[in-house]
């Protein structure tokens, strides 16, 4: 619909952003493509973290209900002796497909080795990933002994504070499986507020955990500027998150039927200042170079410096998504969306 999710999260914050800078960290080995809280590029320091995962995937947990193993053996030994393949260079013997996802049996062995951590992403051609086997694609100096829980614990606990600041306890664990990691985590965290490293406090039904003095710092200055985020943006990813601190209840609805979507199949979160005001449909239609807005959605009472800010999103949104037009088909009522449109 848009620019692919990780150069548009990248894109989001980074001042200048370009997808090459990010080939070039994936050239130089600096960081790996593998799932977090969604697919994600990983920094190659952080490689071990992703072993429990990767464990996880074997046998019962496996990616993919009915892989065929045999098949997976196959490939596996074809990108041994050949070197990195692509789904593309293995055979679909199928006579019809079902839709994007309705993958080729190859593709989803692939993807299979992939999440067990027996395949790696070398490199992408376009959007066909490059696998190949880990010995040829981690550097040398990488940690490979997979974590116990405590330094798991800490990594989770760690990584979602520099990410969100302060956390609720699930938070710490978000898409992680096993009791015996989460009363690791409980443990953390109790240790941590008992000697001061971390203070609690409510917000909506949560209880969330912060260092005291970021607690304490000034907050930056919000600027009259609109960002137009990813459904995969880490600030929102975590839909409580999303209602406890912003009053916003965000959901992508390209996995919602068709019938039930309120916003759009590929809604975008839009963030002024420091709130969350709206969302908006749109699809880049790059072979006609125009950015179509399908509906803007805006929930909050806005002042008039909104509209120049989200005309001036536009416009970046749309350069960055090689787009030199804007069209809005649906304007609805709003009188703020009304003079954008105009």
Known sequence: MVERAHHHVLWSRVPNYQPKFLDQLVRQRKVFEYWFHAAAWLPMRDYRFA???????????????N????LVRDILRRIETEGPLRARDFEDTRKSRSGWWDWKPAKQALEQLFMQGELMVSSRNGFQKVYDLPQRVLPDWVDTNPPNSDEYAAHLIDNSLKA???SALKSFSYLRKGRH????IKSQIDYRTGVGQLVSFKLGKNLYYIDPELLEARA????????ILSPFDNSLIQ???GRDIFAFDYQIECYVPEPKRQFGYFCLPLLFRDQFVGRMDCKAHRAKSLLLVKLMHLEKPLHDDFIPACC???TEFADFNNCNDIRIDNPKNDSIVQKIYS
């Open 67 to 70: 892989c065929d193993q045999n």
């Open 220 to 227: 930056p200055r919000s600027h009259a500027q609109v960002k």
């Open 51 to 65: 072993l429990p995962r990767m464990t996880q995937m074997h046998g019962e947990r496996g990616w993919f209900e």
């Open 181 to 184: 990691l989460r009363d690791s």
């Open 239 to 241: 839909r409580d998150r």
């Open 312 to 314: 001036r999103a536009l």
């Open 164 to 166: 969100h600041g302060f």
